[in-house]
């Protein structure tokens, strides 16, 4: 009986460990956000905030975050949009292959993926040059979908191997083409694993920093992270805009995260239970 | 509606023959049944059909005409799949439209079909359900459903029953004789379950390791099996098949085997060889109780049927299984006498009948 008691306590203390250690800096940022100048500039800092929207209000007219915002989800849209498309189809395609040469594609894609993003960036930059693509919506979204879909491909496929090929052939009998098939039979079946690659792609792309300050040297297009970045000038540093922007940044993933929640999960532990 | 022509159908998987220069013919409206153990091919064949596998060799000929060139879905054949295949994210109506749909046909007309063919089926009550909301059999029906409601050219069932309950299967498989002579199709049904085949079957085609052993009605086949792997896969228990020479007495020919003669009738005059099979049904050969010209035999096991009684007996070394009527009664280590009726023998030389 205690042992279980402390069993059970013990569990719940690494989680709120686990939970606090995350969630404090998060924490942190999201009271500054509401805080005014004397409060973040308090010494000794202090939790308390007083919800002013002073810095949000300064955030957006003053350092003009509205078109970062409308950079990232043009940039962040258009990678998961590309990323999932080709995903579905390479990963429909490896799903259908004899077990071994999907396998040996799959790790081929999967090594790729490990690649250190600072060994890519100068021919991606020269790359990039070549085709004039610096500073522009495509630049981005084209290293982007790059690095994301080795991922989405995975999670694809694993996705498409579970569904019976049966089902497929009852399709193709009934009148569907393979890509008919594809879409109106395999694609719905794989909605978990669908959102799953699309959420994991778009929170990449949203928050993505180094490359999108490489590419994008023209604030037109800078997206969110690097224009939060480039918040602070020479003598200051403007902690309540950039915590304002930050937590602008950063909800509505939380709220997509959230919204989406109980298919994510089905998602990540796709093919530990059949169903 | 139409025929079906299979010719010289060969098709390799690696280093594996799933089919050697299969031939066979289905008329209008057949029921054709593909039998055999699994692993013969059947379904291989069944799948090439459809389209849904390419034969390496030979042709398929619907309304003779060849049909190789088309995809599953310019055949005109409806599927019904052993684990069912219905779309799990559709209602039972869907699932019923799916393929009308995909053919293009007006949206009334496909509504109009799904009732007709759910009340034939019994099926009306269903039509909101998803398929993970139904039982074994209500998912056996949409998936005949399925078929039905597309009246194809030609219906493909590849072991529909062998996911229900026995006692399910029979009378799906009294349905299904139904539905055959309501709607007249033509039909090739894949089992490896021999009641399903000989009940159903117009035609059946015994396969083993990707080639047809025998194609003929079903009481030809139990009747003049035309080779031992059919005389003993058709026939439940199976046929007493026993090896031995023949000896060409003056007018007379006999048998003899390890443990027993026996004289045999109707064989043809220009046949030379000497070393032969000969078999028999249970069911052709008799107990009686007057030891006069019968063999002895010693009682080993019974098994109990119910209508009926078979006896597993030893002659000599020799074993072999005898019908009995329920209301005899045997103990195992009793001698009992048998005749065989001489007509009722089954004779084959290195394999095939004669």
């Known amino acids: 009986m205690m042992k279980k008691l402390v069993k059970k306590l013990l569990f719940v203390a690494g989680i709120l460990l686990a939970a606090g250690f995350s969630l404090t800096p998060f924490l942190w940022f999201v009271l500054s956000a509401f805080k005014n100048q004397a409060q973040i500039t308090a010494i000794p800092p202090q939790w308390l905030s007083s919800f002013s929207m002073d810095s949000f209000y300064s955030a957006v007219a003053r350092y003009g975050i509205i078109h970062y915002l409308l950079n990232s989800a043009i940039v962040a849209g258009s990678a998961t949009m590309v990323t999932i498309s080709l995903g579905t189809l390479a990963g429909y395609a490896l799903a259908r292959l004899p077990r071994q040469w999907g396998q040996i594609i799959l790790m081929g894609i999967l090594a790729c993926a490990m690649f250190p993003q600072i060994s890519i960036a100068g021919p991606i930059w020269r790359f990039l040059r070549f085709m004039g693509w610096l500073n522009t919506y495509q630049g981005l979204v084209l290293p982007y979908v790059a690095l994301t879909l080795p991922l989405a491909v995975w999670i694809l496929a694993l996705f498409f191997r579970e569904i019976p090929e049966e089902l497929e052939a009852s399709a193709l009998v009934d009148g569907c083409t393979r890509l008919g098939s594809l879409m109106r039979v395999i694609l719905p079946l794989s909605a978990p694993g669908l959102f799953t690659a699309a959420i994991l792609t778009f929170i990449y792309a949203w928050n993505e920093f180094f490359l999108a300050l490489l590419i994008m040297t023209d604030p037109a297009r800078q997206t969110m992270p690097v224009g939060i970045a480039l918040f602070q000038g020479e003598h200051t540093i403007p902690w309540g805009e950039i915590a304002a922007a930050s937590f602008i940044t950063t909800a509505p993933l939380i709220l997509m995260v959230l919204l989406f929640q109980r298919r994510i999960v089905t998602g990540l532990s796709a093919g530990a239970i059949k169903g | ?354």
């Open chain 2, 1 to 354: 509606m139409a025929s079906l022509g299979i010719k010289r159908i060969s098709k390799r998987f690696g280093d594996v023959v799933a089919l050697s220069k299969v031939d066979l013919d289905i008329n209008e409206g057949e029921f054709c049944v593909l039998l055999g153990p699994s692993g013969c091919g059947k379904s291989t064949l069944l799948q090439i059909v459809a389209g849904l596998i390419t034969q390496d060799e030979g042709s398929v000929l619907v309304n003779n005409k060849p049909v190789d060139h088309l995809s599953p879905r310019d055949r005109d054949v409806a599927m019904v799949f052993q684990n069912y295949a219905l779309y799990p994210h559709m209602t039972v109506a869907q699932n019923l439209g799916f393929g009308l749909r995909m053919h293009g046909i007006h949206k009334d007309m496909i509504l109009k079909r799904i009732t007709e063919t759910a009340s034939l089926l019994g099926i009306e009550n269903l039509l909101k359900r998803k398929p993970k909301e139904l039982s074994g059999g209500q998912r056996q029906r949409v998936a005949m459903g399925r078929a039905l409601v597309r009246r194809p050219k030609l219906f493909l069932l590849d072991e529909p029953l062998s996911n229900l309950d026995a006692r399910l299967r029979i009378n799906v498989r009294l349905e299904l004789m139904r539905l055959h002579q309501q709607i007249q199709g033509t039909i090739l049904y894949v089992t490896h379950d021999q009641i399903e085949a000989m009940t159903l079957g117009d035609k059946v085609v015994v396969m083993r390791e990707g080639r047809i052993h025998q194609t003929d009605t079903p009481g030809t086949i139990y009747d003049y099996p035309s080779d031992t792997f059919v005389a003993s896969f058709i026939g439940s228990p199976a046929m007493n098949l026993f090896k031995g020479n023949l000896i060409r007495a003056k007018k007379k020919l006999i048998f003899q085997s390890m443990d027993f003669s026996l004289n045999l009738q109707d064989i043809p005059p220009n046949f030379k060889d000497n070393t032969v099979e000969v078999g028999i049904r249970p069911e052709d050969i008799e107990v009686i109780h007057k030891p006069k010209n019968a063999f002895r035999a010693v009682v080993e096991m019974i098994s109990n049927v119910g209508s009926e009684k078979y006896i597993h007996a030893h002659l000599g070394s020799t074993m072999l299984t005898v019908r009995a009527t329920k209301e005899e009664t045997f103990k195992p280590g009793e001698t009992i006498h048998l005749v065989i009726n001489p007509r009722k023998l089954h004779i084959f030389c290195k394999g095939k009948r004669i």
